[in-house]
T-cell receptor
């Protein structure tokens, strides 16, 4: 089973649409979660952290379900500028015991194209 | 504020040639430093990370190596490149090794011919 799994897409949506991305992770000891955005041929940049209670930043809403080991990102009122690849990122212990250092594991990303 | 830079941005190298990518971080001390590779159509793969000067951990055995000669400098090297080394190499830093977010450099796109 892949450690962090995302639907690769592409998701092609019209401007103004609402789109949701899902992500599942396998390490139940994971502690923190993020969504990164990566534009074509650029470096990934943090979009938002994901908190247990869910959090919203403008048109973006992130949710976490620890029991199901599932993270989601909802984008409302899509803009052309939202076109990018969205990476799900999970921070967890490297050792199965949960001890030791933590590392970030990246999903392969979901590609979004917002169409005029 | 903290900044991270890496270079060169783009390079084309023949098989068997050496490689050196350099990364520096400004505005912070004792950062945790990382080298990732992103091959076409694949996710980010962690290659090396460093928690301090001279301390390197390798995640993937291969013909690449990393060094940290100074607190805020991280270098990725190879003595002989392979075709499979082509990809987008990203340097990154985070302040807290266990909880902090990751900040990436602009990336170095390597094509091995």
């Amino acid at each position: 089973r892949k450690e962090v799994e995302q639907d690769p897409g592409p998701f092609n949506v019209p401007e103004g649409a609402t789109v949701a991305f899902n992500c599942t992770y396998s390490n139940s000891a994971s502690q923190s979660f993020f969504w990164y955005r990566q534009d074509c041929r650029k470096e990934p940049k943090l979009l938002m952290s994901v908190y247990s209670s869910g959090n919203e930043d403008g048109r973006f809403t992130a949710q976490l379900n620890r029991a199901s080991q599932y993270i989601s990102l909802l984008i409302r009122d899509s803009k052309l500028s939202d076109s990018a690849t969205y990476l799900c990122v999970v921070n967890g212990p490297m050792a199965p015991s949960g001890a030791g250092s933590y590392q970030l594991t990246f999903g392969k990303g979901t590609k979004l194209s917002v169409i005029p | 504020s903290q900044t991270i830079h890496q270079w060169p941005a783009t390079l084309v190298q023949p098989v068997g040639s050496p490689l050196s990518l350099e990364c520096t971080v400004e505005g912070t001390s004792n950062p945790n430093l990382y080298w990732y590779r992103q091959a076409a159509g694949r996710g980010l793969q962690l290659l090396f990370y460093s928690v301090g000067i001279g301390q390197i951990s390798s995640e993937v055995p291969q013909n690449l190596s990393a060094s940290r000669p100074q607190d805020r400098q991280f270098i990725l090297s190879s003595k002989k490149l392979l075709l499979s080394d082509s990809g987008f190499y990203l340097c990154a830093w985070r302040g807290d090794a266990n909880t902090g977010e990751l900040f990436f450099g602009e990336g170095s796109r390597l094509t091995v011919l």
